[in-house]
Structure formats: C-alpha cells, structure tokens
C-alpha cells in the first residue's frame, strides 16, 4: 500500500512538473488589442409626413408655438381666434411632450388627407380638455396646396 501511495505521489508530482511547464495550455503570447467596430446609431427614415408630426409635438414641447401653428392649415387654425388661444391649449395643459411613435391609419387616409396615430410620452399639468383627458391620438394631415412634397397638420382628434 505505500508503495502505491509513493507511485501515485510520483505520478502527482510528475503531473504538475509538466503543467507548470505547458502553463496550463495557456498562450504565453501576448494577446493582440481587440477594438469594437464603431457604434453606430441606427438613424429612422420618416415619411415627409411622419416628420411632421414628430417635429410639430417637438415645437409644442420646446414652448415654439409660433413654429407648430406655422405647420398647420387655415382650417386648423380656424379652431383657435388667436395665436395666444392656440398657445394656451397647449401650455396650460400639457409641460412636456414627445410623439414617440407615428403609424398611418391606411383604412383612413386617401391622397387628399392622411390619418395618423400617435403615441406620445408627455407630462400634464392638468388633464387636456379633450374625451381622455390626454392628447387627441389621432392627426390628420393634408398636402399644402402652396408647397409641392409639403404637408400640413389639419386636425387633431381623438378617432378616425
């Protein structure tokens, strides 16, 4: 039975001679720097009319209601006497919006007007005088008929 012990204490010591001479199978090389292909961020394409929307909510949102209510028709702003009406539908209700996604209503829309859903990510003051208390869904946009490729924002609403 010793001489058993001795054999595999041998064989032990024989092992880890030749371990630590290998090194474990590890590369005693230095490894090369590995780099990450630069990040990119992927950039959405928008509709023309898509942007619209995106860009009318982010002027609503940056207090330029001079901008939003230039992106909007005559029949639109029939709704509101004055600027500072159309200003205050917004700025007494609503502190910060985002439209975070826009899809068209293609059962709604025809080349003379198109309907759009719209989610928005948006902080209230208070509830907007509107059927939810939340920004209407729904926007509708016409081709402004003194631009080629131009679109208008026509009206808000809270359904097709």
Not at 15 to 30: M, P, Q
Not at 44 to 69: C, F, G, P, R, S
Not at 105 to 133: H, M, R, V
Request: proline share 6%.
């Amino acid at each position: 039975m010793r001489k058993m012990c001795a054999l595999s204490f041998a064989l032990v010591l024989a092992l880890l001679a030749v371990v630590g001479v290998t090194g474990c199978g590890t590369s005693t090389t230095t490894p090369s720097k590995q780099t990450s292909p630069p990040s990119t961020v992927a950039t959405v394409k928008h509709t023309t009319q898509e942007q619209l929307i995106y860009d009318y909510y982010k002027a609503i949102n940056n207090k330029q209601y001079e901008t939003a209510w230039a992106m909007t028709t005559a029949n639109f702003k029939s709704h509101y006497p004055t600027l500072a009406d159309f200003k205050a539908s917004y700025a007494d209700y609503v502190s910060s919006v985002t439209a975070v996604s826009v899809k068209k209503l293609d059962q709604f829309s025809t080349p003379q007007k198109e309907e759009y859903e719209t989610a928005y990510d948006a902080t209230y003051i208070k509830q907007y005088p509107a059927g939810s208390g939340y920004l209407p869904t729904i926007n509708v946009l016409v081709p402004d008929p003194a631009h080629t490729n131009k679109w208008l924002l026509d009206e808000i609403g809270t359904g097709p």
